[in-house]
Every structure is written in C-alpha cells, then in structure tokens.
C-alpha cells in the first residue's frame, strides 16, 4: 500500500494541507499519516504536554472535518496519536506527534512510513521574510528524500482530480 504524509502545524495553513492529502489519499486510496512535530527550539518555553494535546485535538479536527465522520472508525494502536479508517476505500489513516527538530522529524517520519509524498504548507513569507526566517517547507524540500508536494494557499475551484474522481467512480479502469 502507498503512503502519503502531510505535516501540519498549528496555522490555517494545516486545513489546506490536510484538505489536499485528503483528497489524494481518498481518489489514490492511499494510506494517509498526519504528522505535527513539538519543536525541540530551546528559545519557545511551552508545556510538552499540552502541545502534544493541542496537536492530537488538532489532528481529531481536521481528520474529521475533511473525511465525513459517519464513515470513520477507529483502530486499536500503540504510541500517541490516533488510527482510524476510512469507508469502503479502506483509507488508513494515522495521527502522529513527535518532538525535536522540525525539518528532522518530517523527514525521518518520511522514510519511516515510506511516504511516497509528503505534504507541507506554505507560510507565504516572502522573499525578505523566508532569507531572515528560512522556511521549513523549503528546508523540506532540500533535505527530504520523498517527493515534496507544497501546498499553497486554499484553492477556489473544484478538486483537481475530479475529473480522475469521476472516472473511477464509473468504473473506468485506472492505470
């Protein structure tokens, strides 16, 4: 089975993440890992636990806001996070957290489920903004060695594979 990853943070960004794995794994009916990863920055002073909470709360909402609840159940797993999966496609679905480097962690994580494509967001810095910061989807992309999809910003049209979506749906074989 294929296995795509889509890392996700505590911004808005992480809906159009998840809303583009979401729909790659349900129209591919590829396994789908959602990761967040707790920095190890030793500058951000937060409780570890109550960021590993608000990650799993995180990762409930968006798993559930973007496969229809009514069609999820819920495996039995070791470790943090969730495992659940989807209606009749089968779509396995797995939450994970982790903590330490970012950049590290989502490309440890990548070779660790053998993603065939992980999933980051765009902050949309700018060009001033990403040589002052740097961006961890850019970093992501130089140092992961899995194919890197980033997703930028909410789209307003339809999905893009609607058109493989419905083809499949009426029994038009796939490659």
Not at 3 to 24: C, F, G, K, N, P
Request: net charge neutral; with cysteine.
């Amino acid at each position: 089975m294929r296995t795509i990853l889509a890392a996700v943070d505590q911004s808005h960004h992480a809906h159009d993440v998840m809303s583009r794995a979401a729909e790659l794994a349900v129209v591919l009916r590829n396994d789908l890992v959602v990761l967040s990863v707790v920095s190890s920055d030793p500058m951000k002073q937060f409780n570890i636990v109550e960021e590993q909470n608000r990650f799993a709360t995180l990762h409930r909402d968006l798993i559930f806001k973007h496969f229809p609840e009514n069609s999820l159940s819920v495996e039995p797993h070791n470790g943090t996070g969730g495992v659940y999966k989807y209606g009749a496609v089968g779509v396995r679905i797995q939450s994970r957290i982790l903590s330490g480097n970012v950049v590290d962690k989502i490309c440890e994580c990548a070779e660790e489920v053998n993603a065939d494509i992980v999933l980051v967001g765009s902050r949309g810095l700018g060009n001033i903004g990403s040589l002052v910061l740097g961006s961890v989807s850019e970093r992501v992309v130089h140092k992961c060695p899995r194919s890197v999809l980033v997703v930028k910003g909410e789209r307003t049209e339809g999905p893009d594979w609607e058109g493989l979506s419905q083809s499949h749906k009426s029994g038009v074989a796939r490659a």
